[in-house]
């Protein structure tokens, strides 16, 4: 427990939009230095994309599924609606999210929203276990909105969409 | 080389025959003209049309392109698997027309899955829709455009070419043979003029 502090003091402050940050798996290399190996294995296994570990027994975990489950369920409920032809209003957050804005905008403020949500809710802790667990979620939130890069994305959706290699089948009708 | 033209009647009456095939056959490639003329014309609207989607898919997923290089397999949800393209007659001609685009496409958990992968996979299938659209009309202008350019050429040969050359032969052949007909007459007459002088010329001899 007492080692905390020290790896605290190494890790940089972070802040929404930034792109200079320790990378999950530097932070992890960090961390694996100073944490015994039931605490990293708790560390490691800690992610903004767990929506499942709602009864985890460490309660900042399962208190951030139960909070992950509920954007989840909701815009899956949303996009089934729109599907469908329907409404959906959204219980989680504001419907506006998603609604009349693309998809690059919907996805940065549901990223923002978990930012914070950790920042406000989680944040309560210093130099534990906790606070370790809630940078690296925030590392995590930071890795999603960098990897959005409108370079990357627009040679993949070429590649993607590239017709050159699609099969051709005639048919004399 | 050109062959030489034979002043006969047989070769009057093929010339005939050719002038008025050809006069038949002008007619028809000027409609073919105008049928394919206006062919292409309404494909290119519809590729107009189609390029201007094209672009506005295109601008509008501009906007939010950076999704896309999310580590996430889109093939694994959605993947073309080929097109059918048919043969269609139009204006006597065959072109190709876009069948049935197929796409293998998995169900997925939207629990599991970013909200930005539904809106990612149908513009995937619109602009992959839309290419090969464009690529079938393409490949019809080409093909209606060779087909309009030999009937121009095949109209400029019978107008300007076949059809003042077989006139131009229909007169020399007429004028050669009316000559000859003249020529016919007018030796007739003198053959007819010199035995006329011979009777009176024998018929004098016996008098005197």
């Known amino acids: 427990m007492s080692e905390y502090p ?37 560390l490691s296994g800690t992610g903004i994309g767990d929506y ?112 050159a290699s699609i099969p051709r089948q005639q048919r004399a009708d | 080389m050109a062959t030489k033209l034979k002043l006969t009647k047989d070769s009057l009456s093929r010339e005939k025959k050719a002038l008025a095939r050809f006069s038949r056959f002008l007619p028809t490639l000027k409609l073919r003209k105008t049928q394919l003329f206006n062919e292409i014309h309404r494909i290119h609207q519809d590729v107009e049309a189609r390029e201007a989607e094209l672009l506005k898919v295109t601008e509008s997923v501009t906007r939010w392109v950076a999704v896309f290089a999310a580590e996430i397999d889109l093939t694994a949800f959605c993947a073309p698997q080929g097109y059918v393209v048919r043969r269609e007659n139009v204006a006597g001609i065959e072109i190709p027309v876009l069948g049935d685009v197929r796409f293998q ?46 009937t121009v050429q095949r109209i400029n040969l019978f107008e300007k070419v076949k059809i003042p050359q077989a006139k131009e032969n229909i007169r020399k052949i007429r004028i050669f043979l009316g000559d000859q007909q003249t020529a016919g007459v007018v030796r007739g007459k003198l053959t007819k003029g010199k035995l006329t002088r011979k009777r009176k010329a024998r018929a004098a001899t016996a008098q005197g």
């Open chain 1, 6 to 42: 020290y790896l605290a003091a190494l890790l940089p402050m972070l802040s929404f939009g930034e792109t200079e940050f320790p990378s999950s798996e530097r932070f992890l290399e960090e961390a694996g230095k100073w944490l015994g190996e039931e605490e990293f294995d708790v």
């Open chain 2, 105 to 150: 496409e998995e169900p997925y958990d939207l629990m599991e899955q970013p909200f930005w992968l539904d809106a990612g996979l149908q513009s995937m299938k619109q602009k992959i829709l839309m290419e090969l659209e464009l690529n079938v009309l393409r490949e019809q202008l080409e093909i209606i455009s060779e087909e309009l350019r030999t």
């Open chain 1, 52 to 163: 499942t570990s709602t009864d985890h027994p460490l309660e900042l975990v399962a208190e951030y599924c139960r909070f992950e489950r509920r954007i989840r369920s909701d815009i899956a409920a949303y996009v089934e609606s729109r599907r469908a032809g329907r409404e959906h209003k959204t219980n989680a957050f504001p419907t506006s999210y998603l609604k009349d804005t693309t998809p690059l905008e919907a996805e940065q403020r549901l990223l923002r929203l978990r930012w914070d949500y950790i920042a406000a809710e989680l944040n309560t802790h210093h130099a534990d276990l906790h606070a370790l667990i809630v940078y690296r979620l925030k590392v995590q939130i930071l890795e999603r909105l960098a990897a959005f890069d409108p370079e990357r994305g627009g040679d993949h959706f070429r590649e993607l969409t590239d017709v």
